[in-house]
Protein backbone atom coordinates (compact mmCIF):
# COMPACT_ATOMS: atom_id res chain seq x y z
CA UNK A 1 0.00 0.00 0.00
CA UNK A 2 0.79 3.38 -0.46
CA UNK A 3 0.26 6.79 1.46
CA UNK A 4 0.64 10.20 0.25
CA UNK A 5 0.22 12.45 3.80
CA UNK A 6 -0.09 16.26 2.64
CA UNK A 7 0.67 19.53 4.85
CA UNK A 8 0.71 23.36 4.85
CA UNK A 9 -2.75 24.58 4.12
CA UNK A 10 -4.51 27.20 6.25
CA UNK A 11 -6.07 30.80 6.49
CA UNK A 12 -3.90 33.62 4.07
CA UNK A 13 -4.86 36.59 3.67
CA UNK A 14 -5.32 37.66 -0.32
CA UNK A 15 -1.57 38.52 -1.56
CA UNK A 16 0.10 35.92 0.86
CA UNK A 17 1.90 32.66 0.22
CA UNK A 18 1.09 29.24 1.47
CA UNK A 19 3.32 26.26 0.58
CA UNK A 20 2.21 22.78 0.64
CA UNK A 21 4.10 19.69 0.52
CA UNK A 22 3.24 15.71 0.58
CA UNK A 23 5.56 12.62 0.97
CA UNK A 24 4.91 9.79 -0.60
CA UNK A 25 5.47 6.21 1.34
CA UNK A 26 4.96 2.71 1.25
CA UNK A 27 4.84 -0.25 -1.40
CA UNK A 28 6.80 2.23 -3.95
CA UNK A 29 9.23 0.97 -6.86
CA UNK A 30 9.01 4.12 -8.74
CA UNK A 31 7.08 7.16 -9.05
CA UNK A 32 5.54 9.02 -12.27
CA UNK A 33 4.12 12.43 -12.36
CA UNK A 34 3.15 13.65 -9.19
CA UNK A 35 0.60 17.00 -8.55
CA UNK A 36 -2.17 19.11 -7.01
CA UNK A 37 -5.04 19.27 -7.76
CA UNK A 38 -8.01 21.01 -6.24
CA UNK A 39 -11.69 20.73 -5.47
CA UNK A 40 -13.27 24.21 -4.34
CA UNK A 41 -17.33 24.25 -3.25
CA UNK A 42 -19.29 23.08 -5.74
CA UNK A 43 -16.47 22.78 -8.09
CA UNK A 44 -15.51 19.81 -9.96
CA UNK A 45 -11.64 19.06 -9.01
CA UNK A 46 -9.05 20.15 -11.51
CA UNK A 47 -5.25 20.17 -12.11
CA UNK A 48 -3.29 22.85 -10.87
CA UNK A 49 0.35 21.79 -11.59
CA UNK A 50 2.30 18.52 -11.83
CA UNK A 51 5.37 17.24 -12.62
CA UNK A 52 7.40 14.36 -14.22
CA UNK A 53 10.16 12.53 -12.87
CA UNK A 54 12.36 13.99 -15.09
CA UNK A 55 11.31 17.83 -13.73
CA UNK A 56 8.90 18.66 -16.66
CA UNK A 57 6.02 20.88 -15.34
CA UNK A 58 2.74 21.95 -16.05
CA UNK A 59 0.04 24.71 -14.65
CA UNK A 60 -3.30 25.33 -15.01
CA UNK A 61 -3.40 29.03 -16.76
CA UNK A 62 -5.03 30.41 -13.57
CA UNK A 63 -2.04 29.61 -11.50
CA UNK A 64 0.95 30.71 -14.20
CA UNK A 65 3.35 32.74 -12.62
CA UNK A 66 2.02 31.99 -9.27
CA UNK A 67 2.13 28.84 -8.09
CA UNK A 68 5.92 26.82 -8.38
CA UNK A 69 5.86 22.50 -8.10
CA UNK A 70 8.57 20.88 -7.34
CA UNK A 71 9.65 17.29 -6.27
CA UNK A 72 12.29 15.66 -4.77
CA UNK A 73 12.67 11.77 -5.77
CA UNK A 74 15.07 10.72 -3.36
CA UNK A 75 12.57 11.67 -0.27
CA UNK A 76 9.27 11.28 -2.45
CA UNK A 77 8.06 14.29 -1.89
CA UNK A 78 6.33 17.19 -4.33
CA UNK A 79 5.65 20.23 -3.45
CA UNK A 80 3.43 23.55 -4.49
CA UNK A 81 5.18 27.25 -3.53
CA UNK A 82 1.76 29.63 -3.72
CA UNK A 83 2.27 33.16 -3.79
CA UNK A 84 -0.21 36.07 -4.63
CA UNK A 85 -3.09 34.07 -4.13
CA UNK A 86 -6.13 35.29 -4.55
CA UNK A 87 -9.54 34.46 -3.41
CA UNK A 88 -10.68 31.94 -5.88
CA UNK A 89 -7.92 29.68 -5.27
CA UNK A 90 -9.61 28.69 -1.89
CA UNK A 91 -10.20 24.93 -2.55
CA UNK A 92 -9.67 21.80 -0.83
CA UNK A 93 -5.93 20.36 -2.24
CA UNK A 94 -5.32 17.00 -2.74
CA UNK A 95 -1.61 15.09 -3.96
CA UNK A 96 -1.51 13.00 -6.80
CA UNK A 97 1.46 10.70 -7.72
CA UNK A 98 1.57 7.81 -10.04
CA UNK A 99 3.01 4.78 -8.16
CA UNK A 100 4.76 1.50 -9.33
CA UNK A 101 4.72 -0.73 -6.77
CA UNK A 102 6.72 -3.49 -8.64
CA UNK A 103 8.87 -3.34 -11.72
CA UNK A 104 6.15 -5.66 -13.71
CA UNK A 105 3.16 -3.35 -12.15
CA UNK A 106 1.25 -0.71 -13.90
CA UNK A 107 1.60 2.54 -12.38
CA UNK A 108 -1.59 3.24 -9.77
CA UNK A 109 -3.27 6.59 -9.20
CA UNK A 110 -3.20 7.11 -5.21
CA UNK A 111 -3.94 10.50 -3.55
CA UNK A 112 -3.59 12.29 -0.54
CA UNK A 113 -6.56 13.26 2.35
CA UNK A 114 -6.45 16.82 1.29
CA UNK A 115 -5.93 19.99 2.97
CA UNK A 116 -7.39 23.12 3.00
CA UNK A 117 -6.26 26.29 1.71
CA UNK A 118 -8.63 29.50 2.20
CA UNK A 119 -7.40 32.63 1.00
CA UNK A 120 -9.34 35.84 2.89
CA UNK A 121 -10.23 39.04 1.07
Known amino acids: QVQLVESGGGLVQAGGSLRLSCAASGSIFSINAMGWYRQGTGKQRELVADITNDGRTKYVDSVKGRFTISRDNAKKTVNLQMNSLKPEDTAVYYC???????????????WGQGTQVTVST
Open 96 to 110: NAGVRSAYYTPPRDY
